[in-house]
Structure formats: structure tokens, C-alpha cells
């Protein structure tokens, strides 16, 4: 089994920034694309940023320029930082990866969410 645990969300006021940080940890045998999605109420689940195992990145127009996904593989562990925050990026914030497991069974696993909210 695979766990993904956030961290790092919290209450900032507009203009401040905040770093997430997921770990993966369990039966990895590699971590392959990884990823931030955001919820915010009464609204769908939309990727932020991606980043795949070579470091090329991809980020919703809406976050370019302000937001910066990056990984630590030896650490399993991918960040978000988080700049210019605004009342608009208020919302749920999860990690995902795409794992390859010591089974050598390939699954999407999901972490627990952490809130992100900027007043304004």
C-alpha cells in the first residue's frame, strides 16, 4: 500500500504565499507523473500542476507565473509553492501520483487534502 500525506495549507491573506509538500511513502518501487489538484466549493476538481519523473512541468493558466510545482525523487516528495495568493485559489488542495508498487502494479494514488484559504 501507497500513502500520500500533504502539509503546508493554511489561512493567508491576499498577496502572501504558502508551500505544500506531499510524501509518498509505502510499497514505491518508483514514482512516475505527480501532481496538485485544487476543489473549491460547489466546484470541480482541477488539475494546478503537474510534473512528470524528468522535471518538465505543466500548470493551469490560471496559476502560470505564480505557482511553481518541483520534486525531490530521492525524497518521494513533491511541493507547491504557492506566490501571489488570491481569494480565487481558496480551495481543497490534493496531491496525486501515478506509482509503480513493489508488485509492479501501476495505480493513481490520491492524499487526504489540505485547505487553502486567502482572504482578501
Known amino acids: 500500500q501507497v500513502q500520500l500525506v500533504e502539509s503546508g495549507g493554511g489561512l493567508v491573506q491576499a498577496g502572501g504565499s504558502l508551500r505544500l509538500s506531499c510524501a509518498a511513502s509505502?510499497?514505491?518501487?518508483?514514482?512516475?507523473?505527480m501532481g496538485w489538484y485544487r476543489q473549491a466549493p460547489e466546484k470541480q476538481r482541477e488539475l494546478v500542476a503537474a510534473i512528470i519523473r524528468s522535471g518538465s512541468t505543466n500548470y493551469a493558466d490560471s496559476v502560470k507565473g505564480r505557482f511553481t510545482i518541483s520534486r525531490d525523487n530521492a525524497k518521494n516528495t513533491v511541493y507547491l509553492q504557492m506566490n501571489s495568493l488570491n481569494p480565487e485559489d481558496t480551495a481543497v488542495y490534493y496531491c496525486n501520483a501515478d506509482v509503480l508498487d513493489r508488485r509492479l502494479v501501476r495505480r493513481v494514488y490520491w492524499g487526504q487534502g489540505t485547505q487553502v484559504t486567502v482572504s482578501s
Open positions: 509505502g510499497s514505491i518501487f518508483s514514482l512516475n507523473d
